[in-house]
């Protein structure tokens, strides 16, 4: 999972940065995105992957790993902003602001040759070239790392507004469209984090 990576270096460039967002399908909550440079000179002990492929458990051992050995930003964009744009355009804005705050921690950023690659086919408007990958999150371990910071930083937001809204069960579902959610939504009516621009809300 290491092909673009190589490539890019091999190119000339000193820092990729994978790219991935977690939530655009659910009825509730934000958009977030993150952006993660691997330090190449260390093996993982967990499993990096597309984080719909791990478990909870497994993404929570990941994420500490990613997090506390690699470089990172994230970018996190509200359900209010995700109604008055729309889902895709508020998913860019999230991407942006996670390569930002990125860039923000890298103090030689400026002696770097950058390179950005996302998943999906995602347009940027970003100042450094970037290569947009159809399921980059299972061809390229720096988009799988990012797929894991956005999904477990997600679904600890989810979990906390769960404390605020019981009644949604959000701690079960994440606000994703499962039939128990769009059932909650038929009898109580949406909560004020709810997208009301989506179909079900």
């Known amino acids: 999972m290491l092909y673009y990576e190589r490539e890019l270096r091999r190119k000339g460039y000193n820092l990729v940065i994978g790219v991935d967002e977690a939530g655009r399908g659910p009825l509730a909550g934000p958009v977030v995105a993150a952006a993660v440079v691997l330090n190449l000179r260390r093996s993982f002990e967990n499993r990096i992957d597309d984080s ?21 930003g994230v970018g996190i964009v509200s359900e209010k902003l995700i109604d008055r744009l729309n889902i895709l355009e508020a998913t860019r804005i999230a991407m942006e602001e996670a390569i930002n705050s990125l860039l923000i921690k890298i103090n030689s950023v400026k002696t770097k040759k ?8 995602m347009t940027l408007e ?14 390229s371990k720096s988009i799988a790392s990012a797929s894991i910071v956005a999904k477990v930083i997600r679904d600890r937001m989810m979990d906390l507004y769960d404390r605020i809204y019981p009644q949604y069960e959000f701690v079960k579902h994440k ?8 059932k909650i939504l038929k009898k109580i009516g949406p909560s004020t984090i709810h997208r009301k621009t989506f179909r079900c809300v």
């Open 52 to 72: 719909k492929k791990l478990s909870s458990r497994l993404r929570e051992k990941a994420f500490w790993e990613i997090t506390g050995n690699c470089a990172f």
């Open 114 to 121: 950058i390179h950005v690659i996302v998943d999906g086919d």
């Open 175 to 182: 606000g994703y469209p499962t039939q128990k959610h769009r």
């Open 126 to 139: 970003i100042d450094y070239p970037y290569t947009a990958i159809i399921k980059g999150d299972a061809k």
